[in-house]
Nanobody, 124 residues
Framework: QVQLVEFGGGLVQAGGSLRLSCVAS????????MGWFRQALGKEREFVAA?????????YYADSVKGRFTISRDNAKNTVYLQMNSLKPEDTAVYYC????????????????WGQGTQVTVSS
């Protein structure tokens, strides 16, 4: 069982930056691939970024955030990060982190554990 808690959401102006953190419980964090998803009001939840298990050498991004967002992990701290730069109003959403055993994927249904989400609001 893994419990995930996200931190770092807030209100930021367009063009600004935020860094989200997701802290996981348990001693086997490095064995989980991690992903970030987001859900805007009235829309379905969508994939944002994912990182492979262990050293996190492989990453994958949605086209909408590629070049602006960076996912990384620190296994010693049981934490995965999402650095968000050049934020746009359309990035406004609740951001969720998720964990799964196995390869990193963009499919929401393949993730086993989810955090409660953190709100990110980008003003124009």
């Amino acid at each position: 069982q893994v419990q995930l808690v996200e931190f770092g959401g807030g209100l930021v102006q367009a063009g600004g930056s935020l860094r989200l953190s997701c802290v996981a419980s348990g001693r086997t964090f490095s064995s989980y691939a991690m992903g970030w998803f987001r859900q805007a009001l009235g829309k379905e939840r969508e994939f944002v970024a994912a990182i492979s298990w262990s050293g996190g050498k492989s990453t994958y991004y949605a086209d909408s955030v590629k070049g602006r967002f960076t996912i990384s992990r620190d296994n010693a701290k049981n934490t995965v990060y999402l650095q968000m730069n050049s934020l746009k109003p359309e990035d406004t959403a609740v951001y969720y982190c998720a964990a799964r055993v196995g390869d990193y994927v963009s499919f929401e249904a393949w993730y086993d554990y989810w955090g409660q989400g953190t709100q990110v609001t980008v003003s124009s």
